[in-house]
Nanobody, 121 residues
Framework: QAQFVESGGGLVQPGGSLTLSCETS????????MIWYRQAPGKERELVAI????????DYADSVKGRFNISRDNDKNMVILQMTNLKPEDSGVYYC??????????????WGQGTQVTVSS
């Protein structure tokens, strides 16, 4: 069964930075695009960033373009999300999952516990 362990969240002031990590196991990591999602209170889970397998192209939600960077380490089965110039609207619980570049939906029903990001002064 696919497993995800997210970490690195915290409380940060607007304009600050955080780096999130997601450790994965239970599936062939190199065979999947990897996706970061976030969910704010009262809102649906939304895709934040995706990185493909293979040639490793990435794409982002419009709201985070130019501020977030997604990367992956296929040796460690990890995906990283570097977040800069954080805004209060970036607050939420961040999750990762595998997926496909074309459909951009989670490939696995299992989810980690997520990591909380709170951007506030």
């Amino acid at each position: 069964q696919a497993q995800f362990v997210e970490s690195g969240g915290g409380l940060v002031q607007p304009g600050g930075s955080l780096t999130l990590s997601c450790e994965t196991s239970g599936f062939v990591f190199s065979g999947y695009s990897m996706i970061w999602y976030r969910q704010a209170p009262g809102k649906e889970r939304e895709l934040v960033a995706i990185i493909s397998n293979g040639i490793e192209v990435s794409d982002y939600a419009d709201s985070v373009k130019g501020r977030f960077n997604i990367s992956r380490d296929n040796d460690k089965n990890m995906v990283i999300l570097q977040m800069t110039n954080l805004k209060p609207e970036d607050s939420g619980v961040y999750y990762c999952n595998g997926g496909t570049w074309v459909h951009r939906r989670p490939a696995f029903d299992s989810w980690g516990q997520g990591t909380q990001v709170t951007v506030s002064s």
